[in-house]
Every structure is written in structure tokens, then in C-alpha cells.
Antibody, heavy 119, light 110 residues
Framework: EVQLVESGGGLVQPGGSLRLSCAAS????????MNWVRQAPGKGLEWVAN????????YYVDSVKGRFTISRDNAKNSLYLQMNSLRAEDTAVYYC????????????WGQGTLVTVSS | QSVLTHPPSASGTPGQRVTISCSGS????????VNWYQQLPGTAPKVLIY???QRPSGVPDRFSGSKSGTSASLAISGLQSEDEADYYC???????????FGTGTKVTVL
């Protein structure tokens, strides 16, 4: 059974940093593109970033470029999102999602982890 | 960056057919496949339709998807109370080099 379990969310002050993790199981992690998608309270879904199977290719939404870094460790079946210079507008539930194949959407999602940026 | 647009809401009585539209452009829906996600209250999204019109195993055949040009649609036939949820379309955007989601449609069963 495919499972994606996010962790690392919490309360952080504006300008602070946080690192999210996503532990994957039930499939060959190194075969898939992986993504982070977020949802601000009461709002819609927003794609944040994705990363190729070997980590060589990465893409980001404009609003996080230069502040967030997506990475992965295939030996640990884990996906990460390093978030720096956090802003109030980054407050959201962050979901880890497996990409069916490049450009073809997400077939499995984690349960999400809440990040709150507030003083 | 919601560049795909939905109607904000849709509703129907049990058993009715409801259709949700999703409008995009040549850089997203016009050149890439469309996926639809269902988000029940308080839960993570779940894929409902992939590659424009394919249903994952376990998704009832009451749900169907289609795409034409730069628009797509999701149809729910035989509406049931458990279909009350938010529905989002999504596609890769070649200009933005990223996925774009629709604004979301809240379906209410009257």
C-alpha cells in the first residue's frame, strides 16, 4: 500500500525557517517524480515544487523561488522541503504528492502537515 | 497561480447529473492532460480522473471526465450525498513550468 507521511510542520515567526519531510513507503520511491502542494486555510490548492527521480531537475512556483528548496534522499525514501524567509502568506497545509508520471498529475497524496507563519 | 477557472459552486438533488467546467489556455489544458481531484471536508485531495478521462480503480463510474481544446469538464451522474466536496482540475503549464490548479468548485447536494 502506497503511503506518504509528512512531518515537520509547526509555528514559525516571519523570516524564519522550517524543513518539511515526507516519508514514502509501499512503492519504489526512486522511480517517481515527487511534489509538494499547499493549501492555505479556507483556500484552494497551490502546487509548490517538484523534483525528478534522481534529483537533477526541479521546478518551483514563482512565489517560492529563491526561498524554498525541494530535495530527496532515495536511500531513505524521503522527500524534503526546506523553507526559508517564511512569510505569513506561506501559512498552509503542505501535502506531499507522488506524480503519476512527469506532467501527468498526482496519484497519491499524504495527509498534510500544517505550517503557520505568525509572530 | 490559479490560471484554470471553475465556477465557484454547483449543486443538484440526489440522482441528478452535475457538470463542472474548467477553462484554461493553450499552455496548460491545450497541450497537456487534465486531472481532477476530489477533496472531502477536512481530508487530503484524492485523484478522481487522470489523463483527461481515466478513472483510477475504486472510483465509481458515475464520475467521468472530458477535454476539448483549452477546456475540460467533470460530470457526476446519479449525484449522491457523499459527493459533497470541493473539486479541482489541474494540468501542467508549459509556460510556467509548473502545475496549475483550478480555483475549485464546491458541490452541494440539496
Amino acid at each position: 500500500e502506497v503511503q506518504l507521511v509528512e512531518s515537520g510542520g509547526g509555528l514559525v515567526q516571519p523570516g524564519g525557517s522550517l524543513r518539511l519531510s515526507c516519508a514514502a513507503s509501499g512503492f519504489t520511491f526512486s522511480n517517481y517524480w515527487m511534489n509538494w502542494v499547499r493549501q492555505a486555510p479556507g483556500k484552494g490548492l497551490e502546487w509548490v515544487a517538484n523534483i525528478q527521480q534522481d534529483g537533477s531537475e526541479k521546478y518551483y512556483v514563482d512565489s517560492v523561488k529563491g526561498r524554498f528548496t525541494i530535495s530527496r534522499d532515495n536511500a531513505k525514501n524521503s522527500l524534503y522541503l526546506q523553507m526559508n524567509s517564511l512569510r505569513a502568506e506561506d501559512t498552509a497545509v503542505y501535502y506531499c504528492a507522488r506524480e503519476r508520471s512527469y506532467g501527468h498529475g498526482f496519484d497519491y497524496w499524504g495527509q498534510g502537515t500544517l505550517v503557520t507563519v505568525s509572530s | 497561480q490559479s490560471v484554470l477557472t471553475h465556477p465557484p459552486s454547483a449543486s443538484g438533488t440526489p440522482g441528478q447529473r452535475v457538470t463542472i467546467s474548467c477553462s484554461g489556455s493553450s499552455s496548460n489544458i491545450g497541450s497537456n492532460t487534465v486531472n481532477w481531484y476530489q477533496q472531502l471536508p477536512g481530508t487530503a485531495p484524492k485523484v478522481l480522473i487522470y489523463s483527461n478521462n481515466q478513472r483510477p480503480s475504486g472510483v465509481p463510474d458515475r464520475f467521468s471526465g472530458s477535454k476539448s481544446g483549452t477546456s475540460a469538464s467533470l460530470a457526476i451522474s446519479g449525484l449522491q450525498s457523499e459527493d459533497e466536496a470541493d473539486y479541482y482540475c489541474a494540468a501542467w503549464d508549459d509556460s510556467l513550468n509548473g502545475y496549475v490548479f483550478g480555483t475549485g468548485t464546491k458541490v452541494t447536494v440539496l
